[in-house]
């Protein structure tokens, strides 16, 4: 196993909540069904990439109900959304459980207002040091896959082969393997434990008193 | 009925899956468990059926090297871009799927005991659907026991 010195949280689906869930909660009244199927379509998807890389989020807001066809202003979306997003704390009480010698990087793919008013996102700073959050709309790339892998190594100036990439996305993660850059996929507190604890990214003390999920 | 005798529980439920298929994992463990904690069945068995010719259900670990292997292998054994003979038909354009579907399979069974799943810790319940559009899929899922 390679030594890991950098490791990259993409945020979304790990620190806080997925921005799936928050979309589906700015939308009360609206099927569970409709919903699912949009967020699963490839229109959305293009939406998404579009706020990752920086688009408008009025943009975003606007078309999620458009493409649901549901009477729902730009501005209530976005406010649902924020209201609907945080910060998991049990997420980060294992990240500050690394071995004190790995740097951990937030990829952070929502906007910049939005993530500045998670509930919480305070605590990150315990964490993850400023300059080790990275805002995706600042990156100028053209698409996330692969320009965000060279972009992460990029910034975090560490060897592509000891950088790892933690995301809930299995495709993203996928594409990672495929671009050279190590990468695990995570749903969940559990599976982030089991995947320190398998890695050995944790401290000896953190290890004595945990056992795998 | 006679007394003492074993009341055998069956209940079904069916699941719809939004996928945009070209390899797409969807991990089911967690919808399946809720199923059979909600069932009532303390021991018995469930299985987990995919309703489509073009995709497959699992057991194995949801790790991204492993998938992107499965995928590798797929790819290896059923690429997307032979010439199938079953777009002569030219209603789809999905050999490939229908090829890996039928290397896997479209059910798996897990034991129930003392109301949960008994998967090993490293045990996933992942339907891999290979379709080429975006479409809703079906999953069956049936818990029979006591």
Redesign the interface.
Known sequence: MGQTDAIFFWADGIVHTPLQEAVAAALPGTSA?AI??Y????VY?DAREQLALGGEPAEFCMHVPDALHVSAGAEAVQAGITAALAVCPEALGLIGSLEPGIRPWLVVDIPRAWFERLPFAGTLAGCFSCERILFLEDAGLPSLVPGAFEYLVAASGTERGRCLLLDSS??R??A???AGLP???I?GTRRLQREFLLRRLVSQQYVMHSR?A | MREGAVVMKIVSAQLELSSDGNFNVINLTDRVSEFVSGSGVQDGHVYVFYQHSTGSVIIDEFEAGIMSDLKEMLDRLAPRDHPYKHHIRAVDYNGHAHLRAALMQAEVGVPVVGGKMALGTYQDILVIDDQVDYEPRYVVLQVMGE
């Open positions: 069904g699912a199927r967020l699963a379509s490839p998807k299995l495709r993660a996928m990672a393997l495929d990468a695990g996929i749903l795998p």
